[in-house]
């Protein structure tokens, strides 16, 4: 509550190791990815610390009169959300879809998938503040598009659309209209990271 952020942990390239705040200034939020963490300020700046291998920690500046207003990290990518409801992102894959930011009312989250036993995966939905909002189970050879529509009935409880991130920066629904046999293993394999249970 007092807009201070600590860290514990490996820190070999430096995500433990947070710029320091001006007097007056605080943390209003912090998300970590693979070796590297992205704060936003009070002051709506976000900065980044850690392994830049992808340009992850590599911010966009913004315009004058410009602010963030929330930060996501994932593996190798951040995503943020500008004040004027504009989504930008640094690292792996990071270009938006042109009509994307269009796209900005809808509800954005970033997916991430944990192997689990019996070929279930675990999709952990997580919003672009960094906070979970979701966790869904499934038989790894459901196909992926099944899955989208399950996370979407799930979410959909604000009558938003909600979009879907991968963790290489992907959109799952695009994804699934390209190969709408994919199984979710599949998917899961080719555009996300997998975390042991």
Do not use: W
């Not at 514990?8 to 995500?15: D, R």
């Not at 036993?117 to 909002?133: A, P, T, W």
């Not at 399950?150 to 991968?166: W, Y």
């Not at 629904?173 to 997998?194: E, I, M, Q």
């Amino acid at each position: 509550s007092d807009g201070v952020a600590v860290a514990c942990g490996l820190s070999l390239h430096g995500p433990c190791h947070f710029p320091p705040l001006e007097d007056g200034m605080r943390y209003t939020q912090v998300s970590a990815g693979a070796n590297f963490t992205v704060l936003l300020r009070s002051d709506g700046i976000a900065v980044a610390c850690g392994l830049n291998v992808q340009g992850q920690c590599s911010i966009p500046r913004l315009d004058d009169g410009m602010t963030y207003t929330q930060v996501s990290a994932g593996r190798y990518r951040t995503v943020l959300l500008r004040c004027d409801g504009r989504v930008v992102a640094c690292g792996k894959n990071s270009s938006i879809p042109p009509d994307f930011n269009a796209l900005v009312k809808d509800r954005v989250l970033q997916a991430d998938f944990i192997y689990e036993d019996n070929d279930e995966i675990l999709v952990r939905c997580f919003g672009l503040d960094g906070v979970e909002v979701l966790q869904l189970r499934a038989n790894g050879s459901d196909l992926a598009r099944q899955t989208s529509k399950d996370l979407a009935l799930q979410l959909n409880k604000d009558m938003q659309e909600p979009r879907v991130i991968l963790p290489d920066g992907e959109l799952l629904d695009a994804v699934c209209r390209a190969n709408p046999n994919a199984t979710l293993v599949t998917v899961s394999l080719k555009h996300g990271k997998a975390g042991g249970a």
